[in-house]
């Protein structure tokens, strides 16, 4: 069959210098359901974007219907006839779903809208796809799954032939999805084309006709889905390029220092994000927690360090519920973090490296002298933490702001590795910094380790995650999939399968996370 | 709380007399045209913080034209109101490049406008008229009264609804042409649309920016209304201290009427109560200045009751989302 879109050698490469996509190869034909898979930060979105015209390629070609398009803006790719379902659904929830459907493109009557023509052309529209959905209802009322529907029918009612949908199962119920799939199904049928980002692969498989594997930016392969197995597909997608071989001895961990008991949590829409889990951390070891990401991990560190809070279940930190401390409290009580998102709630950008590195240790009485702060001792040890950290910069004095990552995250580390505490959380402790940079923070935490800390590590990045472990638990829909108490023992391969939930350990097994 | 019994029996003596709803009528119209001025920016997300500076900017201008042209001898006044409109947009769609096109925050760029406006609008009539406080000596006229013919003849309701100015009526009028223009029209979808989620907008080809803009000029348009209003209508003359935070009070209940043109109204007109009492004050025995300060108090104590309200209503809501989700998950 004749290729309908073809994306041909395209690459993107970011301001900051990161390589998105290189020379990504990729191409659908007409009436087709065609996967992309890949890991977080393999280059799928950036692909897509630059199919929908928010971002422009560097290099390469994007050919529909076997001609040379310029995508320069969303405009443009609707009006070639491509439509996206963004994760975050492009909706205003006070309109009604025909006057959302309908924005952009307003039936009118001279000045006013025409609001039954609206009404009629959603009708329309949502009666020849099989949508079930009333046009006059206000989208604030409706559920995901419809929420989603809606926008689907956005995309169809202005003529796409080409339908991007980016991991629009993550928002659904079991049931929801299983309605999507019909009627995704339905809509192949009728000659529109779908490209479903996904690493849900028990869904790839049971929607797609082809998929397409993208890692590190590049194309890995093509393949119709009839002729691979889930398993394949996540040896695709995963692999560790280079062990990352940090001189760790073998761990001696003592008494529980963070035990987590049947932790349930609800995020805001009131949706189970953490489904029931129970584990601990011991003095001098590291626990890595590993998943795809939106499994839960977020949820789970943010109640642990007091960013959110929970209802079901109990976290128990050096021996005391936690539920009801402030943050202020829980650093008291021996916890420090370093934060996923360094720019946002590591570190104040338009303070001094000073400022940021003694901000949690200000109230002490050794840097205050009566009303004022003692100047004279922040600065000392302030100086001494620039050279032991091995902070780049001009002076102490200089604003966080004009460091480079690795160095912002230096500063991040070496105000939290200064503060005495118990247990450490490092959650993406080496996401986007300098090599020498990352190799420096980890080794950091293995003598923190052998100093008898506890720590939680969280990352994305499973060389990290496998080589710092001691042992490791993967998350996988909220609940713990797989508990490894000897990383050593575990093969990445292992590791993909027990993260996409294409294999489980048994609840004997899991329960090995709980050390009493 | 001698003072709150006071309060109450001026009020129950003054509710008797229709020239006190006359007053309220009145002195609810400028508010009002502030207010719905600042609901058509808020809509678009683009707060209009400068109003109180391009009314008394405008109130200005509306005189110094009007007189130019020979007061109410001639078409001063009309004219006067004419160009005001047109320096009240013009100060809009300055407030909309300064915050979208040279990323200043749009709250400063509005205290800046309300900073400029009174500062500059005392140092033209002093340059102009010599006089410091008043421009009483230009003779700038009022806009004409109307008087309804059949309704001015009815005992009581006559003398309250009849015999106002004509921008009286209009500003009420336009709390119906605003809500026709926010809710039953292209633009005004595509305001409401910008305002809830930009992103939303963009995604189908909508420029925000350019909807933002148009919002604003149609705010400071109104702003220009409401400030010809004061020194047209309200007053025969600019002084410096005309507009006395009725910009800021629109504001208040614009975001109490969450920019919905009939309760803003609603709103408008409770504060009014409070202006027109302040007129009645020799019919009391409570200071000038308690009662001068009333207007405001009362403001506040809305504000606080509309944002414990807002805050209820807020968590039903995600309540409400809850329930739901938790029995789709059973089902």
């Keep these: ?516 | 709380m001698s003072l709150i019994n006071e309060i109450i029996r001026t009020l129950q003596n003054v509710l008797v007399l229709p020239s006190f709803y006359f007053m309220l009528i009145q002195s609810a119209a400028p508010i009002l045209l502030a207010a719905l001025g600042c609901a058509v920016a808020a809509k678009a997300s683009a707060t209009n913080m400068g109003m109180e500076g391009i009314m008394t900017f405008t109130a200005l201008i509306a005189v110094l034209v009007s007189s130019a042209l020979g007061g109410s001898k001639g078409n001063g006044p009309w004219v006067g109101l004419v160009v005001a409109i047109a320096v009240g947009a013009l100060l809009g769609f300055l407030i909309s490049v300064f915050a979208f096109r040279l990323k200043i925050d749009i709250i400063l760029v509005g205290i800046a406008m309300n900073l400029i406006g009174t500062g500059a609008s005392v140092f033209l009539m002093y340059l102009l008229t010599g006089d410091r406080a008043t421009t009483t000596s230009l003779q700038s006229g009022t806009l004409p009264q109307i008087a309804i013919p059949f309704i001015k003849d009815i005992p009581f309701l006559g003398e309250v609804l009849s015999n106002h100015y004509i921008l009286t009526y209009f500003s009420y009028i336009l709390v119906f042409i605003m809500s026709f223009f926010l809710f039953k029209t292209k633009l005004g979808l595509r305001i409401r649309a910008v305002g809830e989620n930009e992103n939303a907008a963009e995604s189908v080809g909508i420029s925000s920016l350019n909807i933002k803009t148009i919002a604003l000029v149609i705010s400071g348009a109104i702003g220009g209304l409401a400030g010809a209003y004061m020194s047209e209508c309200y007053l025969a003359y600019f002084s410096s201290g005309l507009i006395a935070g009725r910009g800021f009070v629109g504001l208040a209940a614009c975001s109490m009427g969450s920019a919905n043109p009939g309760v803003i109204c609603l709103c408008c007109l409770a504060f009014g109560i409070f202006y027109a009492f302040s007129n009645f004050a020799t019919l009391s025995n409570l200071s000038i200045y308690a009662l001068n300060a009333l207007p405001y108090a009362v403001v506040l104590i809305g504000l606080v009751i509309y944002s414990v309200y807002t805050r209820k209503k807020e968590l039903k809501r995600l309540q409400g989302l809850d329930s739901e989700e938790h029995s789709e998950n059973k089902a």
């Design chain 1, 1 to 516: 069959m004749e290729n309908y879109l073809v994306m041909q050698d395209v690459t993107k490469i970011y301001n900051n210098g990161i390589i998105a996509n290189d020379k990504v190869n990729f191409s659908a034909v007409k009436g087709e359901i065609h996967a992309i898979c890949g890991e977080n930060g393999a280059g799928k979105t950036t692909l897509m974007k630059m199919l929908f015209g928010i971002e422009q390629p560097d290099e390469g070609k994007i050919i529909i219907k076997g001609k040379d398009m310029k995508l320069n803006s969303p405009t443009d790719a609707i009006k070639a006839g491509i439509g996206m379902v963004h994760q975050h659904f492009m909706q205003v929830p006070s309109l009604t779903v025909a006057e959302n459907v309908m924005l952009g493109i307003e039936p009118t009557k001279g000045l006013v809208f025409d609001m039954n023509e609206a009404v009629r052309r959603t009708k329309e529209c949502c009666e020849k796809y099989g949508f079930e959905i009333n046009p006059k209802a206000e989208i604030q009322d409706l559920s995901v799954g419809v929420k989603q529907k809606v926008e689907i029918v956005k995309a169809l009612v202005k003529g796409c032939e080409i339908l991007i949908l980016d991991e629009p199962t993550a928002v659904l119920t079991p049931q929801e999805t299983k309605e999507l799939f019909v009627q995704l199904k339905h809509l192949r049928d009728t000659g529109c084309t779908i490209i479903f980002i996904s690493h849900k692969l028990n869904e790839v498989k049971e929607l797609c006709d082809r998929v397409t594997v993208i890692k590190k930016g590049k194309t890995i392969g093509v393949w119709n889905i009839k002729d691979v197995t889930e398993a394949d597909i996540s040896r695709y997608m995963v692999g560790v390029d280079v062990d990352l071989n940090i001189p760790k001895a073998p761990a001696q961990p003592k008494e529980n220092v963070l035990t987590v008991k049947n932790l349930t949590v609800y995020n805001e829409a009131g949706k189970k994000k953490v489904d029931d889990i129970s584990f601990s951390v011991r003095r001098g070891e590291i626990v890595g927690i590993a998943g795809v990401e939106g499994n839960g991990q977020r949820e789970l560190i943010d109640v642990i360090t007091g960013l959110a809070k929970y209802s079901h279940g109990s976290i128990v930190l050096d021996g005391k519920e936690v539920k009801d401390m402030e943050i202020a409290d829980l650093r008291e009580h021996g916890m420090v973090h370093i934060p996923e998102d360094r720019n946002l709630y590591g570190c104040a950008r338009t303070m001094s490296i000073k400022d940021n590195m003694v901000a949690d240790k200000i109230h002490k009485d050794e840097y205050n002298s009566g009303l004022f702060l003692n100047e004279k001792k922040i600065k000392e040890d302030t100086d001494r933490w620039v050279d032991e950290y091995l902070v780049l910069c001009d002076s102490g004095e200089q604003l966080v702001g004009m460091l480079s990552g690795g160095n912002v995250q230096k500063v991040v580390v070496a105000r939290e590795f200064t503060s005495p505490s118990k247990l450490l959380i490092s959650d993406q402790p080496t996401r986007g910094i300098d090599v020498g940079a990352a190799e420096f923070v980890r080794k950091k935490m293995v003598e923190m380790r052998d100093a008898g800390e506890a720590i939680i590590l969280v990352s994305a990045d499973l060389a990290e995650v496998m080589s710092l472990s001691d042992s490791l638990i993967v998350m996988h829909g909220g609940k713990i999939n797989g508990y490894f108490k000897d990383v050593k023992s575990l093969t990445e391969e292992d590791l993909g399968f027990y993260m996409l939930g294409v294999k489980h350990m048994s609840e004997e097994e899991i329960k090995g996370a709980l050390h009493e």
